[in-house]
């Protein structure tokens, strides 16, 4: 059993900041892909930004030079650092990560979405 926490979303004035954090848990024997999805209302789920064991990373143009995703393979942790932050990138942000369990398997694993509004 594994499960991701997220942690950092709220609201945030046009051209802010904000860092969202994800914690995996449980019986892990390692962590490959690891990325950030979003969702905004009445859109399908996209991809935000992903960073694969070897710390490459592929992101959406939208946010290109502007989000920075990372992690920390000791901490079973990645984040998101937002900065600059538009009115269309409200959302729903959600983790997802490729973990290799010791009983289970390889899981594909969704933390519960974090909401992220930008908004004067």
């Known amino acids: 059993q594994v499960q991701l926490v997220v942690s950092g979303g709220g609201l945030v004035q046009p051209g802010g900041s904000l860092r969202l954090s994800c914690v995996a848990s449980g019986s892990i024997v390692r962590i490959n892909d690891m990325g950030w999805y979003r969702q905004a209302p009445g859109k399908k789920r996209e991809l935000v930004e992903r960073?694969?064991?070897?710390?490459?990373?592929n992101y959406a143009d939208s946010v290109k030079g502007r989000f920075t995703i990372s992690r920390d393979n000791a901490k079973n942790s990645v984040y998101l650092q937002m900065n600059s932050l538009k009115p269309e990138d409200t959302a729903v942000y959600y983790c997802n990560a490729r973990i290799v369990t010791i009983n289970s398997g390889i899981l594909d694993e969704w933390g519960q979405g974090t909401l992220v509004t930008v908004s004067s």
């Open positions: 960073i694969t064991s070897g710390d490459s990373t």
